[in-house]
């Protein structure tokens, strides 16, 4: 019942920005936490940032520094910002929302990180 959708990846050079978006519909997007995980070419999915119902941040130590991950409840809205761009960030990156009984995961958008 929930549609997850990112928006906000593209082509940017080492060093640069991006901030990516993930908008929620079906409700009750305030009481679930969201996450962002990635995932590289030939290489398994990982987690890289979190955020609470509540507000509170958790990040991978490969983005710690760089990436800050906010939500806006009244837009049913998760957002990336990510900053300082290395070819290692290169990946698709997924919002995912995940509740006591459910988990819903986006399509996907493509960060591309290269000179």
């Known amino acids: 019942q929930v549609h997850l959708v990112e928006s906000g990846g593209g082509l940017v050079q080492p060093g640069g920005s991006l901030r990516l978006s993930c908008v929620a519909s079906g409700g009750l997007f305030s009481i679930n936490a969201m996450a962002w995980y990635r995932q590289g070419p030939e290489k398994e999915r990982e987690w890289v940032a979190g955020i609470t119902t509540g507000g509170r941040t958790n990040y991978a130590d490969s983005v710690k520094g760089r990436f800050t991950i906010s939500r806006d409840n009244a837009k049913n809205t998760v957002y990336l910002q990510m900053i300082s761009l290395k070819p290692e960030d290169t990946a698709v990156y997924y919002c995912?929302?995940?509740?006591?009984?459910?988990?819903?995961w986006g399509q996907g958008t493509q960060v591309t990180v290269s000179s």
């Open positions: 995912r929302l995940s509740g006591p009984s459910y988990d819903y």
